[in-house]
């Protein structure tokens, strides 16, 4: 897993020459020189030094790729590493967790304590990967980044298809989940009401429709600082949007300018934006529970599933996962990947934006650092479920919980609604 972290890294960075690693394409994100040599570092800080017992290998490199020291925006700023120094750093640190790697024990259903920081530097890797992805689409410029098309849907599926699910308890979080973060833990109990929700993400041709209606310009759709940050930020339709003067919508995808797809899943819409559109629809978004027990309760059992199709590894024909390809695709196009109640593609295609804060679950405990989780909760942050096509697989399970402020939507976000439904 992490040979297969390093090939994407090595594939989203060696696409561009130096002065491209080097630009800061958004004030929002850091040159891809940072997130490089960032890997490697963390890298370095919990395999090479905490388990290996290395000493650093560059002195004193640390506080440059410490993400909490210094702003993205002021990255450019910092005497960085240059692109090459960066990748033979990378390659250094790799071959000390190779060799840590051998004295190391991993236990069958929780990772040991030195064995779950493979895990999650594995998973770092990705993560900034996507970030990295998110980067490249922020770019201007001719296309760099290559895929087959997402599959299309024969039929998309009807938007308009609610699924039922039922009030009562259910298992959220976990306690087993070898790969699960901090703040996944621990399993706990959560009630829900019985609700509906959409059985598919919200489509562009969906969002069209709100677009038309006017919902960018009716105040009573949005929250009061959803309608001021609508307002300053200009926002008229989904981030990378463009319109002819003819009236037709294009998307700009990673350089290159397509149609704007109805049967997609909308992405690149902030919370603020998720939410007025629900309210548009007459529906709400799901709270984070509701996300999670729509994606894992088995009503045979009542228990809850690692994924939505059961407790199998993710593979090709459940989800759009893995920048596989460079776009969600149809809805409709992962019958495979339905949850037990029939709930499709909640895992890939686009981030579902939820109407929860992020908060620790009941019981949590910070592991290892602080920084991962902790010093989030309490802050101006959503919760987003479920990967999106930029998400590798080892980075994402039902349980996997995702963060992000109310404005942004360079990440690649999208949603679905949920409703209330009144109980006989
Ligand atoms: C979990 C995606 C919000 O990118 O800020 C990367 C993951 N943490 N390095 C982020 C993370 C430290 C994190 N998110
Ligand atoms: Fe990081």
Redesign the pocket.
């Known amino acids: 897993m992490l040979d297969r972290s390093r090939a994407r890294t090595a594939a989203l960075t060696d696409c561009l020459d130096d002065d491209g690693l080097r630009e800061q394409v958004s004030p929002l994100m850091s040159p891809l020189v940072w997130d490089l040599a960032?890997i490697g570092n963390?890298e370095e800080l919990w395999l090479a030094r905490d388990v290996g017992g290395h000493a650093p290998l560059l002195g004193d490199i640390d506080d440059l790729y410490d993400?909490f020291r210094h702003a993205r925006s002021t990255r450019p700023g910092l005497p960085l590493l240059t692109p090459d120094a960066a990748r033979e750093y990378v390659a250094r640190v790799r071959e000390l967790s190779r060799e840590a790697l051998q004295d190391t024990t991993f236990d069958e259903r929780r990772l040991t304590e030195n064995g779950f920081v493979f895990a999650m530097v594995a998973q770092?890797e990705q993560?900034?990967d996507?970030?990295m992805l998110a980067t490249h689409q922020l770019r201007t410029g001719p296309a760099v980044l290559h895929a087959p098309d997402a599959p299309r849907a024969e039929v998309p599926a009807d938007g308009d298809l609610e699924v039922i699910v039922p009030g009562g308890p259910f298992e959220m979080g976990t306690d087993t989940d070898p790969w699960a973060?901090d703040n996944e833990r621990p399993a706990h109990t959560v009630h829900v009401e019985t609700f509906a929700i959409d059985a598919v993400p919200v489509t562009n041709g969906d969002f069209l429709r709100f677009v038309a209606d006017g919902g960018y310009d009716r105040e009573e759709l949005w929250t009061e600082r959803g309608w001021q940050h609508r307002r300053e930020a200009g926002l008229i339709a989904p981030g990378f949007w463009e319109q002819d003067p003819d009236g037709t919508w294009w998307r700009r995808v990673f350089g290159r300018r397509v149609p704007v797809r109805p049967a997609q899943p909308v992405v690149h819409v902030s919370w603020f934006e998720a939410d007025a559109y629900a309210r548009w629809a007459g529906k709400r978004l799901p709270t984070e529970a509701e996300w999670e027990k729509a994606a894992r309760l088995d009503p045979a059992d009542g228990g809850s599933r690692r994924f939505p199709w059961g407790d199998d590894e993710i593979a090709s024909h459940h989800a759009n996962l893995g920048q596989r390809h460079l776009e969600p695709a149809d809805v409709g196009a992962y019958p495979d990947g339905a949850s037990a109640l029939g709930v499709e593609q909640l895992m890939g295609d686009v981030w579902e934006w939820t109407s929860s804060d992020f908060e620790p679950y009941p019981g949590f405990e910070m592991f290892p650092y602080p920084?991962?989780?902790e010093v989030?909760f309490g802050g101006d942050y959503k919760v987003l479920r479920g990967g999106s096509f930029g998400t590798d697989p080892t980075a994402i399970r039902s349980t996997f919980?995702?963060?992000?402020h109310p404005i942004r939507r360079q990440?690649f976000s999208g949603f679905r609604c949920a409703r209330d439904v009144g109980v006989a």
């Open positions: 960032h963390q993400a770092h993560q900034h996507e970030t973060l920084e991962y989780s989030f919980r995702n963060w992000d990440i």
